[in-house]
């Protein structure tokens, strides 16, 4: 998947939907959007080492 999302905040990372904050990336981090829930999406950076959620209220982006 080549589609990137590029932070435009600091943003809070979280282990689940809704669940407890486990990293916090600085603005401009280019992340890959994985899959949406709701207003929610999971996401992987490094090269998917790295792997959480955030709240991204944007319906904008496409996930495939």
Not at 29 to 43: E, S
């Given at each position: 998947m080549d589609e990137y999302l590029e932070l435009d905040q600091v943003t809070k990372v979280h282990l689940k939907a809704q669940g407890e904050v486990?990293?916090?990336?600085?603005?401009?981090?280019?992340?890959?959007?994985?899959?949406r829930k709701g207003?929610?999406?999971?996401?992987?950076?490094?090269n998917g080492k790295?792997?959480?959620?955030i709240f991204y209220p944007n319906p904008c982006i496409k996930i495939s």
């Amino acid at each position: 998947m080549d589609e990137y999302l590029e932070l435009d905040q600091v943003t809070k990372v979280h282990l689940k939907a809704q669940g407890e904050v486990c990293n916090r990336l600085p603005r401009g981090t280019r992340v890959v959007p994985v899959q949406r829930k709701g207003d929610w999406i999971k996401i992987t950076w490094r090269n998917g080492k790295k792997k959480g959620w955030i709240f991204y209220p944007n319906p904008c982006i496409k996930i495939s």
